[in-house]
């Protein structure tokens, strides 16, 4: 059942709740600021449901002025649920395994942080059997120059775009299934000059076999189609002509990447920002050089995509 539309029009422009929590839309299809939650200070189940209805409605939420603890983190993202260990661990906050640190900071010559993530139009963990159904970013450091903030992370709503397409190529789609490949993700970065990282050793590379999917994918909430194929991590259309496959791909990646689909963020330390990686896409802009910037992220592992 798509109960999208009623949750929308109960809350739109703001929906108030019992606590002095709130939800402000950011003017677009999706993103919304949920005000009056303190993570730090403690949220209780009740609240804690509100902060999930919004992120389930709104497919990307922002808490503005959190100061959590890594632990705070991790514990306010596992009741989303079951937290992925990263691959990339040697990258972990202190003792918490479960949070990576996403940066360009380099200190005594060694990388503290993923510095290269987000640079094509993805959903996390896509190249997996089971990608995250849900990723948490806190800004830590958030570079500006001149007064303009830098390092802005752009959301494409996914079931909007599927619903914008021809009714012929939404039947067509529904139907196919596609490869995701972090291998082709590396190679593609590679191609383009975005790699600033190690390249994948063959133990890694045996570690992330290519998966296929759903091209359309049902939300597990909410039942809505949304496309699922990503610039980043889609490799092929499985049984498509090799031309066919990569030029539906392009077009459809173009399509995702449309601003009517699109809610920019601007970062501010502080800044706990919560999406749906069923429901969206992101891509991050690289257009801050050395200033520093430094995030903690928790992903949420999700279903297998049906
Ligand atoms: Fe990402």
Known sequence: MDNSISLREKSSPSHQAGGGMSVVPLGGLIGAQVLGVDI????????F?????????HSVIVLRDQH????QQTDFSARLG????????????GDRPELSIVSNIVKDGQAIGIADAGMLWHTDASYLAQPDMYTLLYGVD??????????DTMFSSAWSAYDALPDALKKKLLGLK?????????????????????????EQKAALPDVQHPVVRRHPINGRLCLFVTEGHTKEIVGLPAQESSELLEMLFQHLARPEFVYRHSWRPGDL?????????????FDYGDIPRKLHRAGVMGPVPV
């Not at 730090?40 to 609240?47: E, I, Q, S």
């Not at 079951?82 to 906050?93: D, K, P």
């Not at 958030?142 to 390092?151: A, E, F, M, R, T």
Request: proline share 2%; glycine share 4%; charged share 25%.
């Open 40 to 47: 730090a200070a403690g949220v209780d189940d009740a609240a």
């Open 142 to 151: 958030i570079p500006s120059k001149d007064g303009k903030v830098l390092g």
């Open 82 to 93: 079951e937290l992925r260990t990263s691959f990339y661990n040697r990258y972990a906050v």
């Open 49 to 57: 449901a509100f902060v999930r209805d919004a992120l389930h409605q």
């Open 68 to 71: 959590i603890t890594p632990r």
């Open 273 to 285: 920002v919560i999406w749906d990686n069923c429901a969206l896409q992101h891509l991050a802009m």
């Open 178 to 202: 596609a490869v995701h490949s972090f291998v082709h993700h590396i190679e593609k970065k590679r191609t383009k000059g975005q790699l600033k990282r190690a390249e994948l050793t063959a």
